[in-house]
C-alpha cells in the first residue's frame, strides 16, 4: 500500500470512495459542495489517497490543520476506506500519515464528526469502534448530517515529539 498527497487528477478516485458510503453519509457523488470541498483539499494539499498499484483506491483522506489559540486543533474532515479493504488497517495509516504530514507541533488536538450512537451508519460503517481503538474519545453532539442522521464529536489528544514527516502542504 502507498500513501501519497493526493492532485486533482484524483478526484474521481474520491468520487469512488464516496459512491460507497454515501448509504450513511448522504449525496455526495453528485453534490456540487462535497465537489467544491475536494477541490479545495486537493489544491491545497490536505487531501490524501491510499492505493495499491491498481485502479481502485483503498481510501481517501481529507484533512484541515486549523490552529487553536492555546493548542493546535486539527480536524479530520473525511476519511473512508473502500468496501474491500475496511479492516486491513488501511484507516489507520491514512490517520497516521496524516499526523505526521500535517501536526507538526505537541500537544495538538485531533478532532473528527463521526456518527452519533443512534445513527444507524454507526456499527454497520465500524467508525466509532475504529476511532475509539485509535484513542479517541466520544465529545459533544455535532450538528446532524444532510442525510438527517445524528452525528458526534470525537478527540484525542497527541503528546509526546513530533514524527518525522514532511511539513504542512509538502508535495509528494
Known sequence: MRIREA????????????????????PMVAEPGFHRALRTH???GTALLAE??????????????????????????WLVVSAAARGTG?????????????????????????FGADHPGAV???????????????????????????RQVYRRTLTGPAPAGRPMGAGA
Open 124 to 150: 454497520s460503517s465500524g467508525a466509532r469502534v475504529f476511532y475509539e481503538r485509535l484513542g479517541f474519545t466520544a465529545g459533544e453532539p455535532a450538528a446532524r448530517g444532510p442525510e438527517g442522521g445524528s
Open 52 to 77: 495499491d498499484g491498481g485502479s481502485a483506491p483503498l481510501g481517501g483522506l481529507l484533512f484541515d490543520p486549523v490552529r487553536g489559540t492555546e493548542s493546535p486543533a486539527h480536524h479530520l474532515d
Open 42 to 44: 486537493l489544491t491545497r
Open 90 to 114: 488501511v484507516g489507520s495509516a491514512l490517520l497516521d500519515a496524516a499526523v505526521a504530514r500535517f501536526v507538526p507541533e505537541r500537544p495538538a488536538v485531533l478532532e473528527v464528526v463521526t
Open 7 to 26: 492532485r486533482e487528477r484524483d478526484m474521481e478516485a474520491f468520487l469512488r470512495l464516496a459512491a460507497q458510503v454515501e448509504q450513511w453519509f448522504g
